[in-house]
């Protein structure tokens, strides 16, 4: 099936720096693609020449099979989505807001602005002035924005920062029913654990360059998780029977066990627990297989934990280990 976007040696330099390196990328229809990077790795950069608010220096952007120039509008009438923070006129209604916007889009409204506010939650605040907003509802708002374009290419930065649980899972049931009837989000995130929920594939970047591109599914099968969390009845004799297996037991801060072995050996270490008559109270992956290939691939992770949600890119073997 033809790619809704596709992306051929985009280049963008600022000064000394390029903070985008040459990224191909291709994003097929009906799909939920995550763009995962460290801070300052380049994705708002990306997205900003994919919906040309930014033009690159090199390279080209393909929108549904078609050369999109850079600030080409006629090529991004079925594009919508926003970077970085969003700005409303705050003495007005949410409403409002939405109805001038659409009057000024080229590509005219497809949602009524009333429709696209009860899909992201804000129906029963959309005559109050965005001047008193949160945070979370002006993000919201700035999802209703979009999707008063009923956009088949929805670009969103960081979707769900700033809500609060149940108005980020709002979010992502929004962008998985918008893939489910065909439409494709392209959405960068720092939280990986909703990018393992929603996303269909991911592409990977650092420094500007991308590293990995690929679906979630062959992700699972090149980054096999290394560590698992094991609660046991009997920790010390748990221990005890690690040695004896040769495998690496750390004990974490939380009380868990953290086990470092590849599947087979943890499979034979469980049985012998059992036989050992030490039960196994829970056994479950340290980090996710997406958490351990973006570690693997961009660094240390703990360096690029700093604006990440709880969920976000761990640190949590190496910051909760207590002793060996
Ligand atoms: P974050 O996760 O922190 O939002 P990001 O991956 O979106 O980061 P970008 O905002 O794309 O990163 O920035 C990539 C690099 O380009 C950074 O080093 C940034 O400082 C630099 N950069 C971005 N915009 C400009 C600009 N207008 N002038 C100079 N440098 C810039």
Redesign the pocket.
């Known amino acids: 099936m033809r790619p809704v976007l596709e992306t051929r040696g985009l280049v ?1 330099r ?2 000394e ?1 390029t ?2 390196d040459g990224i191909d990328l291709s994003i097929g229809p009906g799909t939920v693609c995550g763009l995962l ?12 020449i994919i919906l040309g608010l930014l033009a690159s220096d090199a390279g080209a952007v393909r929108l549904f099979g078609h050369e999109a120039s850079p600030h080409d509008t006629v090529a991004r009438e079925r594009v919508a989505g926003f ?2 923070e969003l700005r409303f006129y705050p003495y007005l209604s949410a409403v409002r807001n939405l109805e001038l916007l659409s009057r000024l889009d080229s590509a005219g409204a497809s949602v009524a602005p009333g429709d696209a506010l009860e899909m992201v939650g804000l129906a029963d605040r959309a005559r109050e002035k965005v001047r008193g907003f949160s945070t979370g509802m002006k993000q919201r708002l700035g999802i209703a924005t979009a999707l008063v374009r009923a956009p088949d290419l929805l670009i969103l ?2 979707p769900t920062i700033g809500l609060d649980p149940t108005s980020a899972a709002s979010v992502r049931t929004l962008v998985r029913r918008m893939a489910d009837d065909g439409k494709t989000v392209f959405l ?1 995130s ?1 939280n990986m654990t909703e990018v393992a929920e929603i996303c269909d594939s991911v592409v990977i ?1 650092d420094a ?1 360059a991308l590293v990995w591109q690929g679906t979630l599914d062959r992700l699972r099968e090149q980054a096999p998780v290394a560590a698992y969390r094991l609660w046991t009845t009997d920790d010390a004799g748990a221990r005890q029977l690690g040695r004896e297996f040769d495998i690496d037991i750390d004990r974490l801060s939380s009380g868990a066990l953290l086990v470092h072995a590849d599947d087979a050996l943890r499979n034979s270490f469980v049985l012998e627990l059992a036989r050992q008559n030490i039960a196994v109270r829970q056994l479950e992956p340290d980090i996710s297989p997406l958490e351990s290939l973006f570690a693997a691939l961009t660094g240390d992770p703990a360096e ?1 934990a ?2 990440s949600e709880s969920q976000g890119i761990p640190a949590r073997s190496e910051a909760d280990k207590v002793h060996r």
Request: charged share 30%; glycine share 20%.
């Open positions: 963008k600022y000064g720096l903070a985008v990077g460290r801070n300052g790795a380049g994705k708002t950069t990306l997205l900003r970077v970085e930065d960081e960068s720092h970047i500007g690029s700093g604006e």
